[in-house]
């Protein structure tokens, strides 16, 4: 009887897949197993690219003679940790009774990477591959990514610049880490009395934000204060206080003054002086207004999150860095209450969008926006957005902005107060397209 076998990136994700497609089996050795189908995981990456010394021994002793390191083909290699869990896996995808793998590595870039990985090392040959691509690991999700599993082939495009950005930051990390190591490393060491030679890692995106944060401090090092006066006065008119600050317009004394600091305020003391005697000639003073201005604004509500957004908003509340963030995320998306995090969109996809009101309703089960998710429920906002800004298929590449998917509720006792919080953010922001301005206060608090 042949078998469907199915590879997730980790053991949990293996787990969800098996609840998903109701087999009643017993996990194995790295596997688990039912009548016509085959669970497994990689943990994370199985293979790797190998080091220079693996092309040739002498690329082991770093020497500027050797560089620059190119190699017309790549190697690669099965991680000493993960060697056990890839015999499993290498096993499993060339076993004969195997006639269908079904690819369910994180939907992404990197996920399809570690699976063609593990796959080029096992010599996967005359086996039908699909790629299930899904967008949150609710049962649902799964079956239907699944049923609309495509040919691998088809994401062959996504597998090579997966391959052509590893090579690119291998081939940056090992020749340009070599190079400045021999041309610098001891001079750092000399300057640093460490006594030892000094590596110095060059990467791709690490470089590239080091610049960034020494740009940054440089200008802060180099950053002058400049004092400045400003004049402000205390008006009063029916029983109202309120402050005044003095702004330069055309007509005044000092207009367009070199004695001016920008427009309100003034470089010395004595010319803030000055004003304010040329003011207080009159005694009392008083002030007229010469106009008043009304403008009525229009604000839409913010778009979804993607990954960087919601990064930053929750840097600036809860002061985490952005790979906690991503952490608590991931954690979320794995049990089931969010969709896919890695994702650069801040829209939903016009399919997603036509059952959005099931992740709404199961958000009434979500006691801080219960009361929110049957209000909109119950005017119907949700079924009019797919003629809004907030979907566009076109500003999606592979999948659609962090939303809360309704499901997985039963997992919030377990969550830290963090995890807790990130998923109240996630969820408030979900709802602030729904509400009009009387009800967004419930959302924003």
């Known amino acids: 009887m042949s078998k469907s076998l199915y590879i997730a990136e980790k053991p949990s994700v293996a787990q969800e897949f098996a609840n998903a497609l109701k087999i009643n089996a017993k996990r194995s050795n790295g596997y688990i197993e039912a009548d016509q189908v085959i669970i497994t995981w990689c943990v994370g990456h199985l293979v790797t690219m190998s080091y220079p010394e693996s092309y040739d021994p002498r690329y082991k002793r770093w020497s500027l003679a050797t560089l620059p390191f190119l190699p017309k083909e790549f190697k690669y290699e099965v991680i000493p940790s993960a060697a ?55 049962e649902e999700e799964i079956l239907r990514g699944i049923r609309e599993a495509k040919d691998e082939a088809e994401y062959d495009n996504l597998s090579a610049s997966a391959y052509l950005r590893a090579k690119e930051d291998y081939l940056m990390g090992i020749n340009f880490s070599r190079l400045l190591t021999l041309r610098y490393g001891q001079n750092i060491s000399n300057y640093l009395k460490s006594g030892k030679n ?42 109202l206080d309120f402050d005044g600050e003095w702004k330069s317009a055309p007509g005044s004394k000092f207009y367009e003054s070199p004695y001016l600091y920008k427009e309100n305020g003034f470089k010395e003391r004595k010319h803030a002086e000055e004003l304010i005697g040329i003011l207080s000639a009159s005694d009392p003073m008083e ?6 201005e009304k403008k009525k604004e229009t604000k839409n509500p913010p778009l979804l999150y993607n990954l960087a957004e919601l990064q930053n908003d929750c840097s600036k509340m809860f002061k985490i860095s952005p790979d906690e963030t991503l952490k608590v995320v991931q954690e979320l998306y794995e049990k089931k209450m969010v969709t896919y995090p890695r994702t650069d969109a801040r829209v939903l996809s016009t399919a997603v969008a036509k059952e959005i009101y099931k992740n709404i309703s199961g958000l009434k089960g979500f006691e801080p926006l219960k009361d929110a998710a049957e209000e909109v429920l119950n005017r119907g906002s949700y079924k009019s957005i797919d003629k809004t ?32 919080k990130v998923y109240e953010v996630v969820a408030r922001r979900f709802f602030k397209y729904f509400l009009s301005a009387g009800h967004l206060s419930k959302v924003c608090a």
């Open 287 to 292: 002030a007229v207004v010469a106009s008043i």
């Open 198 to 239: 000094t590596v110095i890692s060059v990467g791709r995106v690490m470089t590239c934000v080091m610049g960034m944060v020494v740009r940054r401090e440089r200008e802060v090092r180099d950053f002058v204060k400049t004092p400045f006066y400003r004049v402000i006065g205390t008006f009063t008119r029916e029983d």
């Open 389 to 420: 800004r907030y979907v566009n298929d076109k500003q999606i590449t592979d999948h659609y902005a962090i939303v809360p998917t309704g499901q997985g509720l039963s997992s919030l006792r377990g969550l830290t107060p963090l995890a807790s």
């Open 84 to 138: 056990r869990q890839f015999e499993v896996v290498s096993s499993l995808l060339n076993r004969p009774d195997v006639d269908t793998i079904y690819v369910c590595t994180d939907s992404g870039r990197e996920g399809e990477y570690i699976y063609r990985l593990v796959a080029q090392m096992a010599g996967v040959n005359d086996k039908k591959q699909k790629r299930v691509w899904i967008d949150s690991q609710t």
